[in-house]
């Protein structure tokens, strides 16, 4: 059987973990029919007068397998199927009879995260600005009885800083194992390099820590890793991802300066991708002392767009709301971004960031292709940038988009023949802005005009980089008791796990 990416012009290998190898239309009529397999693999379904019919494959859409190389499990449908905008109505309404019946004590305070991707989308299809959507979905949420709106550009500043300061430890104690091996040449020039593991935070995972880094920031990409190639894991960054940092942001620090507990406060993601479902459903994002999750909720640009809908909301014409603290903004109210790609900028900030740490090296601008070489891949999904000493290679970064880039990479880890120190990973052609939840163009705008219009809009946001973002910085101190502080690694990183596959498909076992 063959998984079919709906609208992402990428493909998955079949894999024996899939359990409808064939589709079969239940009628009344066929009820009884027995299927048959012939000597070449192909499938027949055989009425009870022996009438053979040679049935067709089935095609799964990314929304039914969530990126992931077989079918989830029942237990993570259930989750995903619980995660909705029903489930945001049902709390509100809740929160409407807890007033109305004086029993404040049962009321929930709700607070939504917006992805800047998931901006974007809905500034393209209503011809509006990043800003006025910000601002108009502040006061259609708010409308809603939502307490609280921000955005994921502010913790995705953590994540960027998080990421670059974990590759600088992997790449140090790299350069010290370097060394100790070959103390005559212990320069950094080759770029092929020896791995161990690292599973957790601390000075004795990073003695396991291995090269390249992988960005950690798309679920698609960690739940394939996870489900199909265990032996990635330990190359995978351990940052979380802005969402979940998000999910920490709002469930520790607000809660403790709202006075109230972490189970009390509903915190919901406006996001581009479906496989956020999943990544909020982890159990490494659950509290077990307060039973609640970091993020409870998970809809999507589409859904968003469907409350719209259901509520008679027109965003053309709405008023607008005031931005609420964690959205990243200029004094002037604007909206802000971090530079580099509309996936987070990971490569372009982890590189420079390194440049400076480890080289002494100022003025890259990755984004500029400025003191960095950059070359295109054989697709337009996948490109690498070196950074250079007397034209020698130092750091050689990668990014690859989409399954078919991403199988590449493993292959070329797995063989131990890769080149490079860091790749930023997506599973989606084009990355985050053409995410599974974003909105679709109209039938007369071609796909991919539709995504460089989106991602020209993310991008004419202007950029700050996290380093000058003072609310993160304070919230470092203030929060997280200091950068490299243990409360640091535990609300700011995170592990994976490979999943033992025991699901066999009988019927697609050849004898």
């Known amino acids: 059987m063959s998984v079919i990416l709906k609208d992402l012009n990428d493909y998955i290998a079949p894999s024996q973990a899939c359990i409808k190898p064939v589709e079969v239309n239940k009628t009344s009529d066929n009820k009884n029919n027995v299927i048959k397999i012939d000597d070449s693999g192909g499938y027949y379904e055989v009425s009870l007068d022996g009438i053979e019919t040679k049935l067709q494959t089935a095609q799964i859409t990314l929304d039914d397998c969530l990126a992931c190389s077989g079918c989830i499990t029942s237990a993570e449908s259930v989750l995903i199927t619980m995660q909705s905008q029903e489930e ?4 509100l309404k809740l929160n409407k009879e807890a007033i109305d019946g004086n029993k404040l004590d049962e009321k929930k305070t709700v607070v939504i995260s917006i992805a800047p991707q998931s901006i974007a989308s809905i500034a393209a299809k209503y ?6 959507v910000a601002k108009r979905l502040t006061y259609f949420f708010k409308s809603l009885g939502v307490h609280y709106v921000f955005d994921t550009s502010f913790s995705r500043d953590f994540s960027l800083l998080e990421s670059a300061r974990e590759f600088v430890e992997r790449f140090r104690f790299y350069q010290e194992k370097q060394q100790k091996k ?7 020039k080759s770029t092929r390099i020896k791995r161990n593991g690292t599973s957790g935070g601390g000075d004795e ?6 090269l390249p880094m992988l960005a950690s920031a798309c679920p698609g990409w960690i739940c394939y890793a996870e489900k199909t190639h265990g032996f990635i894991l330990p190359y995978v960054s351990q940052t979380k991802s802005p969402q979940q940092i998000m999910g920490s942001v709002v469930k520790d620090y607000l809660a403790n300066k709202l006075g109230i507990k972490p189970n009390n406060i509903y915190h919901v993601g406006v996001m581009m991708c479906y496989d956020k479902k999943l990544e909020a459903s982890r159990p490494d994002f659950f509290s077990e002392e307060y039973q609640t999750r970091d993020v409870d909720c998970v809809i999507t640009t589409g859904e968003v767009v469907k409350m719209f809908e259901e509520s008679d909301y027109d965003i053309k014409t709405s008023e607008e709301s005031s931005l609420d603290n964690f959205t990243k903004t200029s004094q002037e109210e604007e909206l802000l971004r971090s530079s580099g790609s509309a996936s987070g900028g990971y490569l372009e900030f982890i590189l420079e960031y390194t440049a400076r740490e480890i080289f002494n090296i100022t003025g890259v601008d990755v984004d500029k292709e400025q ?3 950059v070359k295109a891949g054989r697709n337009k999904d996948f490109k690498e940038i070196t950074l250079e000493i007397d034209g020698k290679p130092v750091l050689k970064f990668a990014s690859a988009y989409g399954f078919r880039n991403i199988q590449n990479l493993v292959r070329k880890i797995k063989s131990n023949n890769s080149p490079y120190h860091y790749v930023e990973v997506m599973a989606c052609p084009s990355g985050c802005i053409n995410g599974g939840g974003q909105l679709k163009p109209d039938e007369k705008i071609p796909i991919k005009d539709w995504i460089l219009h989106v991602n020209d809009i993310y991008r004419n946001v202007n950029s700050l980089s996290p380093e000058k973002n003072d609310v993160v910085l304070n919230l470092y101190s203030e929060w997280l008791d200091g950068i490299e502080s243990e409360k640091s690694k535990k609300l700011l990183r995170t592990q994976y796990h490979a999943v033992e596959t025991t ?6 076992v050849k004898w």
């Not at 070959?182 to 950094?188: A, E, Q, R, S």
């Not at 699901?503 to 697609?508: M, T």
């Open 88 to 91: 945001l109505y049902n709390v």
């Open 127 to 132: 011809d509006l600005t990043p800003l006025q």
């Open 182 to 188: 070959d103390p005559v040449n212990n320069d950094v």
């Open 205 to 210: 995972a990073m003695s396991e820590a291995k």
């Open 371 to 373: 003191g960095v070489i």
């Open 503 to 508: 699901l066999v498909n009988p019927l697609a």
